[in-house]
């Protein structure tokens, strides 16, 4: 099984490559060809990433390679994490990236060319996760120039979905393995929006165990969709060994089925699911077969407040695909 992972000498991939060589990840027994994709002014820092994991020995690796263009790497890939993109605040030209439309635009580039190769290059059954930021719009520029459409595409909300349960675990002091059914809608952005009135725990309603709206919209929401900024602020790098673990738990959750009563959650090409326009990556409620059937779950019930917040996510999203509409 071959996999390959972008912007690999980074922090994010730094966790993310042993997270994803322990054993059970993948349902295949298959050993696993990791293809390690960097810029050639960091091939250096990834070729001494590359000796960390030789001598990690892991049981589960058949072969480690590195490039330094995406072409050569995703040649008959199984997966491909994409997890390289340009960071905000980053200064290119003698200007500092700031705006979310300049974002887009550098990056667009980035995951024109990663979405062709990809889709002339890859396997027919190719799975593709987008984590580099702004990933939702990432993902579907990458879509949009990719020739093969068999291929399944998806951006990380997992990440999302983690910090709300979490969060919902702390409030509620239960484990986060009793809570099911928690979604994510939307962007990955300070948009998105955690589903707490279809979650369940052991059997009961969450958003009526709290019984509480005014924390759910005004402490519970904020937290989640602030909590990228508050690590910033504590730690000060963002997040990447939970990160890390999103994209790992994203791809474990398509390779294996789904727990009953239970989903996972990424962004997906939109069907108008939830009246979330066509057309964009947004975060639903999914389940996988474990034989690489994705389906979004279609039976949560939104009230008029869920509804709101979704509309407001869709706009965001719909204005990124406006800064990029070239591209795609």
Known sequence: MKVVITGAAGQISYSLVPFLCQQGVFKSNEKIDLALVEIPSAMERLNGFVKELEDSAYSTVNSISTFDNIQDAVIDADWCLLVGSIP?????????????????????????????????????????????NPANTNALIGYSNSPNKNQFWMAMTMLDALRAKAQLSI??????????????????????????????????????????????????LPRIQQRGAEIIKARGASSASSAARAACDTVKAVEHPTRSGDVFNAAILSDGAYGMPEGIFSGFPLISDGNGDIEIVRDFSLSDFAKNKLEITANELLEERNFIKELI
């Open 171 to 220: 409030k509620l002091n239960c484990h986060v393995d009793d809570i099911y059914r928690l979604a994510v809608f939307g962007n990955h952005s300070p948009t998105m929006f955690p589903d707490l009135e279809n979650t369940n725990i052991n059997g009961q309603n969450a958003y009526d165990l709290i019984n509480n709206h005014s924390w759910v919209e005004n402490e519970y």
């Open 88 to 132: 905000r605040g980053i200064v290119l030209n003698g200007k500092e990236i700031k705006e979310r439309s300049d974002l887009l635009q550098i990056n667009g580039g980035i995951f024109t060319e990663q979405g062709k190769a990809i889709g002339e290059k890859a396997k027919q059954s190719c799975k593709i996760l987008v984590v580099g």
